[in-house]
Nanobody, 123 residues
Framework: QLRLVESGGGLVQPGGSLRLSCAASGITLEPFGVAWFRQAPGKKREGVSCINSSGRDTNYVDSVKGRFTISRDNAKNTVYLQMNNLKPEDTAIYYC????????????????WGQGTQVTVSS
C-alpha cells in the first residue's frame, strides 16, 4: 500500500516562496504519476500540477504557470512542488495524489492521496 505524506506548508507573505514535499512510503512511487491538488475554503478541490513517472512530462494549470515547478526524485521516493511569487489566491490545503498519469486532474485516475498541508499567503 502506498502512503503519501505532504510537508512544507506554512504562512508566507505575498511574493514569497515555499517548497512542498510529497514523501511516499510502503511501496515505490516510481511507477506512478503524481499530481498536486489544492482546496481553498468554500471551493472545490482543483488540480495544480502533475508529473509522469519519469519526470519528463509535466503539466500546470494556467493560474500557476511560470510560478510553480513540479519535480520528482525517485531515489528519494519524493515529489516536490516549488512555489514562487505566491499570491493570496494560492491559499489552500495542498494535497498530493498518485495514480495513472494522464496530464489531467480527473480524480478517478488517482488512487492514493495524502492528508494535505496548509499554505497561507498573507501579509
Amino acid at each position: 500500500q502506498l502512503r503519501l505524506v505532504e510537508s512544507g506548508g506554512g504562512l508566507v507573505q505575498p511574493g514569497g516562496s515555499l517548497r512542498l514535499s510529497c514523501a511516499a512510503s510502503g511501496i515505490t512511487l516510481e511507477p506512478f504519476g503524481v499530481a498536486w491538488f489544492r482546496q481553498a475554503p468554500g471551493k472545490k478541490r482543483e488540480g495544480v500540477s502533475c508529473i509522469n513517472s519519469s519526470g519528463r512530462d509535466t503539466n500546470y494549470v494556467d493560474s500557476v504557470k511560470g510560478r510553480f515547478t513540479i519535480s520528482r526524485d525517485n531515489a528519494k521516493n519524493t515529489v516536490y512542488l516549488q512555489m514562487n511569487n505566491l499570491k493570496p489566491e494560492d491559499t489552500a490545503i495542498y494535497y498530493c495524489a498518485a495514480g495513472h498519469y494522464t496530464g489531467t486532474y480527473d480524480f478517478d485516475w488517482y488512487d492514493y492521496w495524502g492528508q494535505g498541508t496548509q499554505v497561507t499567503v498573507s501579509s
